[in-house]
C-alpha cells in the first residue's frame, strides 16, 4: 500500500467481532485512509462501501471515484477495486490478526473532499443483512430476540477473553516484578566486583611501580 | 446511517421505529482534528459512546496531556465536550435529528491512537406506539432490552481499549526500566574504566614523579 499523501491517518478498529460499525468519514483528493479491523479465525466478515454522492441527479464525476483494498497483516488480498463509486466484500477470515481496508481517492488539482459511507461487519452481524423479515410481526419479533441471544452469546465471549488478556498481562507483570528482582542482584554483583578489580587492579599496578 | 431496504413501507417504518441505530467502533490515530460523522434519526435519541487514549510509545518525554472531545449538532451548536482527558464515557440526548460531527482535537505534534465506540440508541415512546398500528407494547419492552444489552456492549468495548492502553504502559515501562538498568551498569563499568586509567596516568614515568 503506498500512503501517498502526508496526512495519512490510519483507522485501527481495536474491537474484536461481533462488531459492526457503519462510518461516514471524508477523504480529501490524493489522501489515504485505512481502517483495520482484529477479527477472529473462521469468522465470517462483510463490507459495504460508497460514495455519497455531492449532487444526488448527475453521476458521479471521476474525481470522486475510490481505489479500495483489503488486505490481512500479512499482505493476502482479499478485495480489491480501482475507481469505482461503490462496492462491497466478503470473506471468512482463515487466521486471527489485523485485516486492513485502505481507501483512496485519486489525485485531483483542486482539492476536493470525497465522502465514503462504509459499514463493514464482522461475527455474527452478518446475519443482519441477509434476514430481513418479510412476513409480520411474530417473524420479525422472533429475528430481533434471536439477535438479542446472539448479542448475549457474544457479550459471554467477550469477557471470557478480556479476562484471558487481564491474565496475560498479569504474567507479564510478573515477569518484570522477577527480572527487576535478578537484575537488583546482578547490580549488587557487579558494583562489588568491579570495585574488586579497580582495586586488584591498581594494588599490582603501584606494587609493580614499588610504590607500595 | 440510513438503512434504506426495498420493500413495504410500512414494514419498514416498523423496522426503522424498532431496529438499532447506529454502532461505531474503531480508533483513529489524531494528529490535529479527526472527525466521524453520525446520523442521528430521532430527536431525543441517547448517543452514548467511550474513548480512550491508547498511547502510543514514548521514550523520554512525559505523559501526553490530553486529547479534547467534542459533538457537534447539526445546527452546529456543541452538543457535549470534553478537554483534556486520556479517556471518559459519555452520554447525553441528541437535541435534533440530523448529522452529528463526532471530533477529536490534538493539541500537540505528537500523534495518539484513539480507540472510540459511539452508539446512538432509540426506544419508541408512547407517542410512537399510538400513531403506528404495527407497533406493539412488547416492541418497547425488546427495544429496552436491546438498549441494555448494548451498553454492557459498550462497557466492554471501553474495558477492551482500557485494557489495550494498560498494555501499552507495562511493555513500554518494561522496556525503559530494563534498558534504563542495562544502560546504568555500562555507566558505572565505563566510570570505573576511566578512573583506572586516569590513577594509572597520574602515576606514569612521563609525569614528574615527585608531582602526586
Redesign the interface.
Known amino acids: 500500500m503506498i500512503l501517498r499523501s502526508v496526512?495519512a491517518?490510519?483507522?485501527?478498529?481495536?474491537?474484536?467481532s461481533p462488531?459492526?460499525?457503519?462510518?461516514?468519514?471524508?477523504l480529501q483528493s490524493g489522501q489515504t485512509k485505512c481502517?483495520a479491523?482484529d477479527i477472529k479465525s473462521n469468522s465470517m466478515t462483510v463490507g459495504k462501501y460508497h460514495v455519497v454522492k455531492p449532487n444526488e441527479d448527475h453521476p458521479l464525476p471521476d474525481s470522486h471515484k475510490l481505489t479500495v483494498k483489503v488486505t490481512s497483516s500479512h499482505g493476502n488480498s482479499f478485495h480489491s477495486a480501482e475507481k469505482v463509486e461503490s462496492g462491497q466484500f466478503a470473506f471468512t477470515a482463515a487466521e486471527q490478526g489485523d485485516y486492513i481496508a485502505c481507501f483512496w481517492a485519486v489525485e485531483h488539482t483542486p482539492q476536493i473532499t470525497v465522502t465514503v459511507?462504509f459499514?463493514w461487519r464482522t461475527g455474527f452481524h452478518t446475519k443482519d443483512w441477509t434476514n430481513?423479515?418479510?412476513k409480520g410481526?411474530v417473524h420479525?419479533?422472533e429475528l430481533?430476540?434471536k439477535?438479542?441471544f446472539d448479542?448475549?452469546q457474544?457479550?459471554h465471549e467477550?469477557?471470557l477473553y478480556?479476562r484471558e488478556?487481564?491474565e496475560e498481562?498479569q504474567e507479564?507483570?510478573k515477569a518484570?516484578t522477577s527480572?527487576?528482582f535478578w537484575?537488583s542482584f546482578?547490580?549488587l554483583f557487579?558494583?562489588l566486583s568491579?570495585?574488586g578489580?579497580?582495586f586488584w587492579?591498581?594494588k599490582s599496578?603501584?606494587e609493580k611501580?614499588k610504590?607500595i | 446511517?440510513e438503512k434504506t431496504?426495498g420493500?413495504m413501507w410500512a414494514?419498514m417504518c416498523?423496522?426503522l421505529l424498532?431496529w438499532l441505530s447506529?454502532?461505531?467502533?474503531?480508533?483513529?490515530?489524531v494528529?490535529d482534528v479527526?472527525?466521524?460523522?453520525?446520523?442521528v434519526l430521532y430527536q431525543g435519541d441517547t448517543i452514548s459512546g467511550n474513548f480512550v487514549v491508547?498511547d502510543h510509545d514514548i521514550f523520554w518525554s512525559s505523559d501526553h496531556p490530553g486529547i479534547d472531545f467534542i459533538v457537534t449538532s447539526p445546527g452546529g451548536n456543541t452538543v457535549h465536550s470534553l478537554k483534556g482527558t486520556s479517556g471518559d464515557k459519555f452520554e447525553f440526548q441528541a437535541p435534533r435529528s440530523g448529522m452529528y460531527k463526532f471530533c477529536f482535537h490534538n493539541a500537540y505534534s505528537t500523534p495518539e491512537?484513539v480507540?472510540f465506540?459511539i452508539h446512538i440508541g432509540h426506544i419508541p415512546s408512547e407517542h410512537d406506539l399510538a400513531k403506528d398500528e404495527?407497533l406493539?407494547p412488547?416492541?418497547v419492552k425488546?427495544a429496552k432490552?436491546?438498549e441494555a444489552?448494548?451498553s454492557?456492549?459498550a462497557e466492554?468495548?471501553y474495558?477492551?481499549?482500557r485494557?489495550?492502553r494498560?498494555?501499552h504502559t507495562?511493555?513500554s515501562?518494561?522496556k525503559r526500566?530494563?534498558g534504563y538498568?542495562v544502560g546504568?551498569?555500562l555507566m558505572?563499568?565505563a566510570a570505573?574504566l576511566l578512573?583506572?586509567f586516569y590513577?594509572?596516568r597520574l602515576?606514569s614515568k612521563s609525569v614528574a614523579y615527585n608531582r602526586v
Not at chain 1, 9 to 16: N, P, S
Not at chain 2, 34 to 39: H, S
Open positions: 496526512f491517518l490510519v483507522l485501527l478498529v481495536g474491537i474484536l462488531a459492526s460499525e457503519s462510518l461516514r468519514f471524508e481502517i479491523e459511507d459499514d430481513v423479515a418479510k410481526q420479525s419479533m430481533e430476540l439477535n438479542l448479542t448475549v457474544s457479550i467477550e469477557m478480556l488478556r487481564e498481562m507479564l507483570n518484570t527480572k527487576m537484575l546482578l547490580s557487579l558494583c568491579v570495585a578489580i579497580q587492579h591498581l599496578f603501584f611501580k610504590l | 446511517m431496504r420493500g414494514l416498523f423496522l424498532n447506529n454502532v461505531s467502533s474503531l480508533s483513529v490515530t494528529t479527526e472527525c466521524v460523522y453520525e446520523y491508547v491512537t480507540a465506540h404495527h406493539n412488547i416492541n425488546i432490552l436491546r444489552l448494548e454492557v456492549t466492554q468495548k474495558l477492551k481499549a485494557d489495550t494498560h498494555r507495562n511493555e515501562t518494561r526500566v530494563i538498568t546504568e551498569y558505572l563499568v570505573s578512573q583506572v590513577i594509572r602515576f
